[in-house]
């Protein structure tokens, strides 16, 4: 694991906008490894996955989990964090109604 959380720290620091979403996050990580790999379609890319050449969303998750709590410079913006409130909260209200 210590390699991905190496792997997303540097992509915090060096793609700010990483740090509010763990889905551009992962995309961005995707990226270098279908580049470096040489993967250029959806096939390749799945395989890559299955084959953990490549990580997959859960992992990166993770990583960036841990990221975050070593290194609370790297936590989403306050903004962010509202707007992920706002959608908890929605949850919370549609449950409480249905």
């Not at 551009?24 to 470096?36: H, N, P, Q, Y």
Request: charged share 30%; glycine share 4%.
């Amino acid at each position: 694991m210590n390699k991905w959380n190496e792997l997303v720290e540097a992509a915090f620091r060096e793609f700010p906008e990483t740090r509010d979403s763990n889905d551009v996050l992962w995309v961005k990580v995707v990226r270098g490894f279908c580049s470096e790999l040489g993967i250029n379609n959806l096939d390749d890319l799945y395989l890559g996955i299955l084959r953990n050449q490549i990580p997959n969303s859960h992992t990166i998750a993770a990583a960036a989990s841990c990221v975050r709590k070593e290194h609370p410079e790297l936590q989403p913006t306050t903004r962010s964090k509202a707007r992920k409130e706002e959608i908890r909260q929605e949850y919370i209200n549609n449950y409480y109604n249905i």
